[in-house]
Each structure stands twice: as C-alpha cells, then as structure tokens.
C-alpha cells in the first residue's frame, strides 16, 4: 500500500535522530510499534484516525528503520525509549497525547503511562495488558525456568546468535514467520534451527508482498539488533521499591551509569531522581487511563475488514476516552 499523504521526517530527540511518519489536524494520537515492525505497521490506522479528525504521529522507535541504531545494548532500555517518546511528544508542542501501542509498543506506553502520566491523555494498549513490576523477580531467569533454552526471548539473549540465524533464513522469510505466526502457545526458535531457508510461507488477505519488501529494505539497512536488544535490556528495566536498583544493576556500576544518569539528564524526569519515584499516583493514573482492546467486533470486521475496522474501533474508544479525560480534569 503506497503511503499516499502520509509525510514523513526526521526530527532530534534525546541524543538520536528519530524518523517518523504523520498525517491528519486534531488532537495528537501517538502510535508505538511492535517486534519486529516500523511505523509501517500504522499504515491503515494513520489513515483511517486522520479521516476521523486526529493527527496520526507514528515513529520508527530507537534501533528501527529508518530512526539511529545505537550500538550499546545498554541504550535500550524502557528509560531510555521513554525517554525518546517524552521529547518526541516534546518537539510535537503538546503537553498530552493520546497513546496507541501494539507488542512492544504497549509495553512502552504502559511505561510512559507509570514514569510520565502528566504526558498521557488516554492509552488504547493492544495485545499486551498492564503488568506491575516484581522486583524480586528476574524475568529472563522467570521465563527461562518456565519455556527452556529454545524460548523466544531466551534465545534472543546471546549477543549474535540470533542475528546470526536470521541471517542464515534471511530477512524476508524471518518476517513472514513472526507476521503469521498464528499459534496461540509460546513461540520457541530452537537452537538447532528455525526452519530452512527454502521454506515457502502463504501470506494472509492482509499482508502482501509488497508490505514484506517494504519490511524487508528497512531491516536490511538497520539490521535486528536495535530491536532484539530491547528483550536483552529485561532484567535491565527492573527497580527495587524505594526506586533504587536492584542487586543485579548494582553489580555492574557502568550499566547503572548509563540508565539512570542518561534518563534523569534528558527528556524523562521532571526533577525527579528516579523514575520510579514519581508521581505516587503514577500507577493509578495508568489505570485509569488505559483501555485494552483484543479484538474488533465481529460486526466491524466482517462489513469492513480488519484493517479499516480496527481503525474504527480505536477511533471510538479514543472518543470516549478523550470525554472521560475532559470530565476528569
């Protein structure tokens, strides 16, 4: 699908240079990306909520496309891409926005929702819910003892090695193997290997060729890491309850170095130290902010298909979440 008037630049924000992609006058609805995917991936819904009176902002987030790759794995974590999204917000001219993520993207606005809610409207999250931080929990270690070796994100930990198997499938079958994969049980990469190169893969009514080449140039030039390392920054992203870090960080005083003091000297924090610290009524307003939505109504998807009537579906709840946030000012 061309873009057709969607426009495209490249704007500053906390030390990278972030691409990003609007259309639409009204109020601003930010739309937070996934793995592995770009802004592309907001096409139809840039489209469809600019033809229902907002102004669409969709980023290709740190590491992705056509924004800067950092090369530590160290700037991935969830300070410091909140921290993009904060001074993306920032260089909007907006003190609030409505915030829509998917994947990854939920998981981002959930933490721009706790570290900043004084830059949140209403969040629309899809496909991951809210889940409160366990400090005492080491979520690769968690994830490890439950799945195995072969889990996903336990595979995506080596340095290298999953990029290397990316490599050996290449990029386009790599894509097409997480945009259709369809199985509601854990996703599992084994070490042994991820299928053959040669393998041929049907693409569903909603993803052609055409939207997979796209996919394809852009992970061609910037390559999976940026957006693997965020899964390597897991344990990385976990605070103790009185907002220092855990004994994980602790032992490892240049990671510790490169999180916090980056996050609290930039775009994150409002005179305060930690994120964490913040707004004691940081949490609450996450929830009552948030909306989650899983699937469209079948009415909508059956008249209008599933791209146009997903558009309509987050057209709505922005709707009513915009007059409860009016009645609760």
Not at 13 to 37: C, Q, R, T, W, Y
Not at 189 to 196: F, L, Q
Request: glycine fraction near 10%.
């Amino acid at each position: 699908m061309a873009d057709g008037e969607i426009a495209h630049r490249t704007v500053a924000v906390n030390g990278i240079s972030m691409h990003v992609a609007e259309k639409g006058d009204g109020p601003v609805v930010l739309l937070i990306h996934g793995f592995p995917e770009l802004w592309y991936a907001w096409r139809h819904q840039i489209v469809g909520l600019a033809g229902l009176g907002y102004r669409c902002v969709a980023p290709d987030l740190r590491g992705y496309g056509d924004t800067q790759v950092p090369g530590d794995v160290n700037d991935y974590t969830v300070f410091q891409i909140v921290g993009d999204l904060v001074a993306l917000i920032d260089s909007l001219g907006q003190e609030k926005v409505l915030v829509v993520g998917h994947d990854w993207g939920a998981m981002l606005a959930w933490n721009l929702c706790l570290f900043r809610p004084d830059k949140v409207k209403a969040l629309v999250a899809l496909s991951v819910p809210f889940t409160p931080r366990n400090p005492a929990r080491k979520t690769i270690e968690s994830l490890r003892a439950t799945y195995g070796d072969d889990y996903y994100i336990c595979r995506f930990q080596e340095p290298g090695a999953i990029e290397s198997e990316f490599a050996r499938l290449g990029t386009s079958l790599v894509l097409k193997k997480f945009f259709t994969y369809r199985n509601p049980g854990p996703l599992f990469i084994p070490k042994e290997g991820w299928g053959s190169p040669s393998e041929q893969i049907t693409l569903p009514p909603w993803l052609s060729e055409d939207d997979i080449s796209y996919y394809e140039s852009k992970f061609d030039k910037s390559g999976f890491t940026g957006g693997v390392n965020y899964y390597r920054c897991l344990d990385s992203n976990t605070f103790t309850n009185d907002g220092s870090l855990s004994s994980d960080h602790n032992a490892d005083e240049n990671r510790q170095g490169s999180q916090v003091d980056t996050c609290r000297n930039k775009n994150f924090s409002s005179g305060i130290e930690l994120p964490y610290k913040a707004n004691p009524l940081s949490r609450q307003s996450a929830r009552l902010l948030a909306k989650r939505i899983y699937k469209m109504d079948d009415e909508e998807e059956g008249e209008e298909g599933e791209e146009e009537g997903l558009s309509k579906c987050i057209g709505k709840e922005l709707k009513k979440l915009l007059q409860c946030h009016s009645h609760c000012k």
